[in-house]
């Protein structure tokens, strides 16, 4: 998926995703939910949540750190830029939503490798 196409997701349908990337399983009797062990319950909110966002992001730094730092500059600043102290700030301070679309890019390239 193109960050183009991960924009366009809403915050729901990107939070399920990455839901299923962090391990979780759909719960078949109830949509939009997840199992853990046996308690059913609704995704983490990686899009709007800064400490879940920091979940996905420490999965997708364990996954290919290298390919997360240059997803998240995609994220924040449209591309590749030369690093400055200034630039590295915004991505320390980068929103939940930009942490978890670079996040979503980086497993969702882990898993295509992997298969």
Do not use: W
């Not at 997701?9 to 759909?26: P, R």
């Not at 591309?79 to 670079?102: N, W």
Request: glycine fraction near 6%.
């Amino acid at each position: 998926m193109t960050q183009l196409q991960v924009q366009t997701l809403s915050n729901q349908e990107l939070n399920l995703a990455l839901s299923v990337m962090m391990g979780y399983t759909i719960d078949k009797k109830r949509p939009g939910r997840f199992l853990s062990g046996n308690i059913s319950s609704m995704p983490s909110s990686y899009c709007t949540d800064p400490a879940a966002s920091l979940e996905v992001q420490a999965k997708a730094i364990e996954v290919d750190h290298e390919d997360y730092l240059l997803k998240l500059m995609d994220v924040v600043y449209g591309g590749y830029v030369a690093v400055s102290s200034e630039r590295i700030t915004g991505l320390f301070t980068a929103t939940p939503r930009q942490r978890a679309e670079a996040a979503y890019m980086t497993l969702q390239s882990y898993q295509v490798d992997k298969q």
